[in-house]
């Protein structure tokens, strides 16, 4: 039967998208609609059991409008960036064939169907976790599936890249590179896999969530400031970044946990540093993060070598990369006779 035939069926696929975490920092657009950076950056996948986006796509003749739930609460998808998602899957379905079910939607059905999306976070969103790169990567690879989208990974991150920046890199597993790319349309600007999940498993990543508020400068808004204002970004895109993105590379090939180590928190200090230069400043981190840091880098220096690297995004929160399991039970424990836990809070850990 035609799509058109019935208004009976429903077809739908489930994906699942892990978050990542940049150790070479992306802050700052070239073009704010497209979503393309200033410069290149690289990312570490976590393990979708811990933190993840699952999202679901359907598509029923029945269905009279797109509309999306995220965690059980509908949302609005009228915006920019989820439009752009849409319209970039839309544009690239292909007939779909489910015998079984005797559903057969042509490509030029596609464009008359609507789709409705539910979406789930693994973590609670009060820890303050909740990340775009996760939900826009797991809408397009969800959608691309459901509509028989050819593309590959690469090409499909250039689509979540139009959600979120971030999102680019959460296609992949293991070690990710957004080239920003040279095109003005963005063609070019898209993630692809430096090494998998195997290469270098070793590394265990704790987070210490440090406040669960909502952040006061979204990313967007705190980098398009920075764009405008901040010089020390100029510099950091031009002069530093590329350097920065081939000793990572060298870096994660290698599993050289000395050089990883210090030039992801020597990236994630320069970013900070540029929030600082922004004008009005903005200040991501607290004093809570700060003596996390000093924590650490005291640590690192009493060892031969380095244990534990810091890097933080757009709030206080510290994601801890450890070299491997004893590093990190030994950081735990670092952590919890620095920060002593409420007795009522351990069931939290
Ligand atoms: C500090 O990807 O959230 O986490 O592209 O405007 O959606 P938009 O921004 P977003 O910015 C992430 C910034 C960062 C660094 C990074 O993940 O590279």
Redesign the pocket.
Known sequence: MMASESQNWVFMVTAQTPT???V????G?RDETL?L?IND?I?VTLDPSHLCTTTTAAVSPAFHQDRMWLNGKEISLSGG?FQSCLREIRARACDVEDETKGIKITKEDWGKLHVHIASYNNFPTAAGLA???AG?ACLAYALGKLMNVKEDESQLSAIA?Q?????C?SLFGGFVK?IMGKEDNGSDSLAVQLTDEKHWDDLVIVIAVVSSRQKET???T??RESVETSLLLQHRAKEIVPKRILQMEEAIKNRDFASFSQLTCADSNQ?HAVCLDTCPPIFYMNDTSHRIISIVEKWNRSEEAPQVAYTF??GPNAVLIARNRNAATSLIQRLLYYFPPNSDDLSRF
């Open positions: 990542n975490i940049a070479i920092k992306y802050w657009k979503i950076p950056s990312s960036r990340s775009s790169a826009f890249r959600g979120s920046g971030s999102a890199r957004w979204s990313s967007t705190g980098m970013f995004d757009a």
